[in-house]
């Protein structure tokens, strides 16, 4: 069946008068056949109404000349008018999206601050919240009193135990036994000493064969020699109840050893030059080491891991050494350019400073009552702080070029004070009078321990000896 459009047919979709023109049974409208059979391609609908429509229902409409109609002319001022409105009205269109899209991204830039906003403020409560624990888990090592210069010193060594040996027999010491075999003869040296706090007849000695060395006085034989370090041992502690030792080396570790097992069970790294001390707090749980590095450290003996690193960035110079006050609130530093520090563990901040020495300091040693401070450096002289006063009171100057070594310590009572290097000394506190003398070691004394209640003194030396002294 043929159609014949009238002139003024126009495609529904185009607003074009078909070239080849067809009609849709089911709505009745004329399309052009390209663009109609391009839309049920797509769909399969009829674009007016959406119903069913397949090309095989589109009826060709014949048409003999298709007629144009004039192209629109804006060669009148209606015509002219007409486009600028159009024109107008397109761009205040644009203008409207324009403006709803700025809202849009204003609303979404605000959100996006809020939320920054928020982080920030999340951020913030967690580093109060890191902090604080920090704070707590120093805090719950000790109980905190409150720093220098108003420390309060518990009363403790103020009643001499009836067991301390005498002046007057401490006096008749002589040596008793020496034993060379302990370290390597092909790297003579025996570098630091130790005793065991429960059971003074182990001792715990580092030498310069890089090996770790426990000795039961009694039975005159070697319980444990200890490998690891890959450069000389120069500090060792015994822990005073577990069957667990310590040491710390130039190779920039410090090792926690099973006696018993004979092998290393932790190894701490908390510094990043040779180790110089080494201390174990009060509660037996942490260590405090320092290093050339210039940073002193807390460490967890169990886990290894380092709960605080401190430098003093105004000084800028290596430590030397390290001790712990007997009741672990504040500690001591020598440094390589003479001073003495004494730090606030739980503040981590530097509270009082000991000038006077010249000269590296090489070791200190807090007398058991709290009360005194004692440190030996390269100036061949011992000095005796106040703690209490935050003043020298007493300044034993020694025979010219005597090296005071890693050895330096009072007795358990706080009673006696034995001074180790070219020879050892030992004094009587208060008067600070020297009452023994020992010249036995050929070379230099690296060590001095007093046995329990004194009953013996021990020491060591760079002629790879260690010897026993006693009535």
């Not at 839309?39 to 060709?60: F, K, R």
């Not at 040779?274 to 002193?296: F, I, K, P, R």
């Not at 739980?346 to 590296?360: C, D, L, M, S, Y």
């Not at 001074?419 to 230099?444: A, P």
Request: with cysteine.
């Amino acid at each position: 069946m043929l159609i014949y459009p009238s002139r003024s047919t126009v495609h529904p979709v185009s607003n074009e008068v078909p070239e080849h023109p067809c009609v849709s049974p089911v709505s009745n409208q004329v399309f052009e056949r390209r663009l109609i059979e391009k839309y049920i391609a797509e769909n399969g609908t009829d674009p007016m109404n959406g119903q069913p429509l397949s090309e095989e229902q589109l009826i060709d409409i014949k048409v003999s000349h298709p007629i144009r109609p004039k192209a629109p002319s804006s060669t009148s001022i209606p015509a002219i008018l007409k486009a600028l409105q159009d024109e107008w009205d397109a761009v205040m269109l644009h203008s409207f999206t324009l403006r709803q899209q700025l809202q849009t991204t204003r609303q979404e830039l605000s959100h996006a601050l809020y939320q920054h906003d928020a982080a920030c403020r999340v951020i913030a409560r967690l580093t109060k919240e890191v902090t604080a624990a920090r704070e707590a888990t120093l805090g719950d090592i000790f109980v905190r009193t409150s720093p220098l210069p108003s420390l309060l010193f518990p009363q403790r060594g103020k009643t001499v135990p009836e067991e301390l040996v005498r002046t007057e027999d401490l006096s008749k010491y002589r040596q008793v036994a020496t034993h060379a075999g302990l370290h390597s003869a092909s790297v003579p040296g025996i570098l630091s000493l130790d005793l065991c706090p429960s059971d003074t007849n182990k001792v715990l000695t580092g030498g310069a064969d890089k090996n770790v060395v426990v000795f039961d006085k009694k039975e005159e034989q070697i319980i444990a020699t200890l490998k690891g370090h890959t450069k000389k041992v120069t500090s060792v502690i015994y822990h005073p109840s577990q069957s667990v030792v310590f040491s710390a080396s130039p190779d920039s570790t410090i090792r926690v050893w099973s006696v018993t097992g004979g092998n290393c069970v932790q190894v701490v790294r908390a510094h990043e030059a040779s180790v110089t001390g080494l201390s174990l707090h009060a509660t037996g749980d942490y260590l405090l080491s320092s290093s050339e590095d210039q940073y002193w450290a807390f460490s967890d003996i169990q886990t290894g891991r380092v709960l605080t690193k401190v430098t003093d960035e105004a000084a800028g110079c290596a430590l030397t050494c390290a001790q712990f006050h007997p009741d672990g609130l504040i500690f001591g530093t020598g440094t390589a350019d003479s001073q003495i520090k004494i730090w606030d563990l739980k503040e981590r901040t530097n509270v009082a400073n000991f000038p006077g020495h010249i000269g590296p300091v090489t070791s200190i040693a807090f007398s058991e009552n709290g009360y005194y401070l004692a440190t030996g450096a390269q100036d061949s002289s011992v000095k005796l702080w106040d703690l209490r006063k935050l003043k020298n009171f007493k300044t034993i100057t020694l025979d010219n070029n005597y090296e005071v070594k890693r050895s330096l310590v009072f007795d358990q009572s706080g009673t006696y004070l034995a001074v180790g290097g070219t020879d050892i000394r030992v004094y009587i506190c208060k008067q600070w009078s020297e009452v023994l003398n020992f010249t036995e070691h050929t070379g230099v004394v690296t060590g001095v321990a007093f046995g329990e209640h004194a009953q013996f003194l021990t020491s060591t030396g760079m002629d790879r000896s260690l010897k026993f002294y006693s009535l």
